[in-house]
Each structure stands twice: as C-alpha cells, then as structure tokens.
C-alpha cells in the first residue's frame, strides 16, 4: 500500500505533529515500507501452528471484596508535600 504525502500530512495533522516539507516524502515512504511488511503477514502459511501463551489466554484471578475500616487523612496523608485540612494540595493545572 504506497502512502501519499496528503496522507502524511492528515496523519500528522491527526496526532497533532508539525513535520517540515523535506519530511513529509520520507515519511511516506516509511509508512509505505511498513505496510508492505504488514501485508507480506497474510500470505505466511500457519496451518499446523499451535497457539503460544500469552495474554489473550489468560483469566483473571479475582478475589472476593473484604470490607475494611479507611485508615483516615491522617494516615492517606502523612507523606503528602501539601495539605490542607483533609486535601492534597497541588498545582492548578486547568484555568
């Protein structure tokens, strides 16, 4: 599949990335390389091939829930740099 620096350029635009003119032709060819790797994929024979282990395989371990008494502020907030009261302190990030 052979990517156009059009499309180069709406990818980027999409991830929010600036890339320069003199980028743009590169990295559609790297693109492009990619996706022919991809696709060589689909003509691999795995007929025979068993299945290895790994994460899709796997269940969840689940426990049942205990209830247990909140140690309070004073012990959730011994190691905080700031409090206030019963509150963590920090930096506004959002104005």
Known sequence: MKISKDEVEKIAHLARLEIDDSQKEKMAEQLSNILQYIDKLKDVDVEGVKLSSGAAFMNNVLRPDV?????????????????????????????
């Open 67 to 95: 209830q247990k008494v909140s140690p309070g502020p004073d012990v959730t907030l011994a190691n905080a740099p700031q409090r206030d009261e019963d509150f963590y302190v920090v930096p506004r990030v959002v104005k």
